[in-house]
């Protein structure tokens, strides 16, 4: 079948439509290889960009809970109205849904972006007490639905090798970043006494052990950008000393996120040893790396193995503020060695961590599951 013929559908439930994996990415790639590339997402702009039809689903706004059943209903049947030939889906209420979709003769793709029963180990809104028992529950009710579709897509190969246990069609479609979004020429003299963390804003990422390692930095800020959950955390922080050296950006677009990457001189991601982080690839890693910016990152063994391995980074206790502040101090002391961390990083990217080779992936699978059975 001709790829021009093939209609596609993404739809997520948890995700804006210009979510970078699953738009500037996923349904970007497949528009540029010819595929018909619709999106839905709750209450979306509809709209044509870069060859990918967004549809939204409209839903009054509404908690958590709410989410994961009104909203997913919701996307689940502006998704079917649009009759698609593969559907590919991204959160995991949408299980139950894509269950129907095949159950309806379609093809499916699962895209696991987390370990979710893992993650969910570090739920703050789930009661402690009950966190394995739904952890158990999910997992299983996950591998159930898996082990039916047509492909599983995961974010890395920790993940990868988990759903392969259950479906063969398992495969790692790594989110490293675009080649030439975040390349940054800036002279790194000129670059201020500032670093940088890009991202979601949580206890468990390390925001607060980053916050105080800024008492033992009295001369440094941190761009922080990102959106903040809970509100109480958000609270916490802003109470701490500090707090007087960070600049607060809030959630940004693509185009400023280069722009801070572009005048800090670190990238922080030092997210704290639960189990859903220990064996994840960040995207805010490579990105940082991609920005030719060296990177101070959680002691895991497999970011030690992409940081230290390629010399491009440091890797340091994330629950130990003073062992981050030595990091940045080191950085801040050689410049020349930050520079040149900043360069290997941007080499790695080049060579080996790019979005190039996964998107070649992705497209040969589409094609794959385009062809009359």
């Not at 990918?52 to 997913?72: N, Y």
């Not at 005048?263 to 220990?278: A, D, E, M, W, Y």
């Not at 959680?298 to 629950?319: A, M, Q, R």
């Not at 060579?351 to 599951?369: C, F, G, P, R, T």
């Amino acid at each position: 079948m001709e790829r021009s013929a093939v209609k596609v559908c993404h739809f997520t439930s948890a995700h804006p439509a210009d979510d970078v994996r699953i738009f500037h990415k996923e349904c970007v790639s497949l528009a540029e290889a010819g595929f018909q590339v619709f999106l839905v997402a709750a209450n979306a702009e509809e709209k044509t960009v870069n060859g990918v039809q967004i549809v939204s689903a409209d839903i009054p706004k509404a908690g958590r809970f709410s989410r994961m059943l009104k909203t997913s209903r919701a996307v689940y049947k502006k998704a079917l109205s649009l009759d698609a030939d593969i559907y590919h889906f991204h959160d995991p209420e949408l299980l139950p849904y894509g269950l129907k979709l095949k159950r309806k003769g379609k093809k499916v793709i699962y895209d696991a972006h987390e370990d979710v029963p893992k993650q969910i180990l570090g739920k703050f809104w789930i009661n402690k007490y009950l966190r394995k028992t739904v952890a158990v529950s999910f997992r299983t009710y996950e591998n159930y639905v898996a082990k039916r579709l047509n492909y599983i897509f995961t974010a890395t190969p920790f993940i990868r090798d988990r759903f392969a246990a259950i479906n063969p069609k398992s495969i790692d479609i790594n989110n490293f970043p675009l080649l030439s979004e975040l390349l940054d020429e800036t002279d790194w003299a000129t670059k201020a006494n500032e670093i940088c963390y890009i991202g979601g804003i949580s206890q468990i990422r390390g925001l607060e052990q980053l916050i105080d390692a800024l008492d033992h930095l009295p001369e440094v800020r941190l761009n922080l950008a990102g959106k903040c959950s809970p509100a109480s955390f958000e609270t916490l922080l802003k109470s701490k000393p500090g707090w007087n050296q960070v600049n607060e950006y809030g959630f940004v677009s693509r185009k400023e996120t280069a722009e801070i990457m572009a005048k800090s001189r670190v990238g922080i991601v030092t997210f704290l040893p639960l189990p859903n982080h220990v064996d994840a690839q960040p995207n805010k890693m490579f990105e940082y790396m991609s920005a030719g910016i060296p990177v101070i990152g959680s002691d895991f063994p497999l970011w030690n193995d992409i940081l230290v391995k390629n010399d491009c980074g440091v890797c340091v206790d994330p629950e130990n503020p003073e062992a981050i502040a030595e990091a940045v101090k080191m950085l801040f002391a050689d410049p020349e060695k930050a520079k040149l961390m900043g360069q290997n990083g941007r080499k790695a990217v080049m060579e080996q961590y790019n979005w190039s080779a996964q998107a070649a992936k992705m497209v040969e699978i589409y094609y794959e599951l385009a062809q009359p059975l």
